[in-house]
């Protein structure tokens, strides 16, 4: 998924925990204060194993997971991942002041709600907690992380409703809420993301969401969009339009109803899975326009007539398997049966 690649160049860039073998060389004087702070995280465990490295004896900066701002000596990351590590987010984060990656992965015994300490790491940036036991709401205070781009909250057990306050923040480009138990519908707000940040890339994908498609999506350029596996309903099309630099739409699995002869597609256009709804009407010829196209898939729906040709595809792609088609009303012409 291009989500998950941008995720990881992100990661790569901004967040390698030092090496053991770094400790000893250029990780600089740890501050105490974060030093301080950082033993304070790792006491709030009742089972401290998952920080063999994390000794008062070495630089902090050199502790598994810790980054550090070369300059300032101030921990700037923390990158905790893969660890039986029980017990509850600990809400004396926010002594770490200058923290601006924090990445919770992979932890299973990660149980409890995100506290509302969370609302003061002003200077985060990026904030992953994902592949946890972690439940609760998706919190209201994240609005109040300012300098938030990149939010992601995949792969737990929150529940309720999204909060319509995330487009409020005026660099937030990327959200990924998938894999949780979110309820009620996508807010109206999802239609209005600052334009100081840049195209979102939006991935709701596997929740229990419900309710229309909000219109105002259709203003946004949104650069990835993942709604799939939900009972989301209405009129999908508002994603689709010609001028969008959209790569990515996966609107499959929900009980979306609308035209699809009226949808223009855009040129930058890789991944398009609208399968397993109700939609009707034809797939229009300008869909041959879209010429990184990658993967197709139309199936399980309500479509009719005939299959368009002359594709004019940059990468010959295997999307030319029938099942990319099949189970609809009507469609016809390679690579389903000729039309009568
Ligand atoms: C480290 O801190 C200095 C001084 O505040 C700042 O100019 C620089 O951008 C910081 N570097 C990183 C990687 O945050
Ligand atoms: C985690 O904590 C719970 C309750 O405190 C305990 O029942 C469980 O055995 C602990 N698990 C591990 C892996 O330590
Ligand atoms: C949540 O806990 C259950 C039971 O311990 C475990 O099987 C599951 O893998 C955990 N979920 C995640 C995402 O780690
Ligand atoms: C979408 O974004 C691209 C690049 O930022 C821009 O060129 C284009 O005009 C935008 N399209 C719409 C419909 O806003
Ligand atoms: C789909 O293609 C496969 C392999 O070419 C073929 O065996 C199968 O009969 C086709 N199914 C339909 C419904 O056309
Ligand atoms: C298209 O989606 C259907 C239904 O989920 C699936 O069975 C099929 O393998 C998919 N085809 C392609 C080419 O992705």
């Given at each position: 998924m291009p989500f998950q690649t941008v995720f990881f160049l992100l990661l790569l860039h901004s967040l390698s925990p030092p090496s053991a073998?770094?400790?000893?060389?250029?990780?600089?004087?740890?501050h105490p204060d974060d030093q301080s702070a950082l033993l304070q995280f790792k006491n709030?465990?009742?089972?401290?194993?998952?920080?063999?490295?994390?000794?008062?004896?070495?630089?902090?900066?050199?502790?598994?997971g810790v980054e550090c701002?070369?300059?300032?000596?101030?921990?700037?990351g923390l990158d905790i991942a893969?660890?039986?590590?029980?017990?509850?987010?600990?809400?004396?984060?926010?002594?770490?002041?200058?923290?601006q990656h924090l990445r919770l992965h992979?932890?299973?015994?990660?149980?409890?709600e995100i506290p509302p300490?969370?609302?003061?790491?002003?200077?985060?940036?990026y904030l992953v907690i994902s592949w946890t036991n972690v439940s609760g709401p998706?919190?209201?205070?994240?609005?109040?992380?300012?300098?938030?781009r990149y939010l992601v909250l995949s792969f737990n057990c929150l529940s309720g409703f999204i909060p319509?306050?995330?487009?409020?923040?005026?660099?937030?480009?990327a959200i990924d809420l998938s894999r949780n138990h979110l309820t009620g519908p996508?807010?109206?707000?999802?239609?209005?993301?600052?334009?100081?940040?840049g195209p979102p890339a939006l991935d709701l994908s596997h929740n229990m969401l419900s309710g229309d498609i909000p219109?105002?999506?259709?203003?946004v350029n949104f650069s990835e969009i993942d709604i799939s596996r939900n009972s989301l309903s209405g009129?999908?099309?508002?994603?689709?339009?010609?001028?969008?630099?959209?790569n990515t739409i996966i609107i499959s699995r929900n009980n979306f109803e609308f035209d699809f002869s009226k949808v223009t597609f855009m040129e930058d256009l890789d991944v398009l899975d609208i399968s397993h709804n109700k939609i009707y009407g034809t797939i229009p010829?300008?869909?041959?326009?879209?010429?990184?196209?990658?993967q197709l898939n139309v199936s399980y729906n309500r479509l009719c007539g005939k299959i368009p040709t002359g594709w004019k595809l940059r990468y010959r792609s295997e999307?030319?398997?029938?099942s990319s088609f099949l189970h609809n009303r009507c469609l016809c012409g390679f690579p389903l049966d000729p039309c009568q």
């Open positions: 073998a770094d400790s000893s060389s250029s990780s600089g004087l740890c709030s465990f009742s089972d401290p194993k998952p920080f063999p490295t994390w000794d008062p004896k070495f630089h902090c900066c050199g502790w598994y701002n070369e300059t300032t000596n101030h921990v700037i893969t660890s039986d590590l029980n017990g509850t987010i600990p809400i004396t984060l926010p002594n770490l002041k200058h923290l992979k932890l299973p015994n990660l149980v409890g300490e969370i609302g003061q790491l002003h200077h985060l940036t998706v919190p209201h205070f994240l609005s109040n992380l300012i300098s938030l319509p306050s995330l487009p409020t923040l005026p660099y937030l480009y996508i807010p109206e707000s999802f239609g209005h993301f600052p334009e100081s940040a219109a105002s999506l259709a203003n009129d999908a099309s508002v994603f689709f339009g010609l001028g969008k630099i959209t010829s300008q869909i041959i326009d879209a010429v990184y196209l990658q999307i030319w398997d029938n």
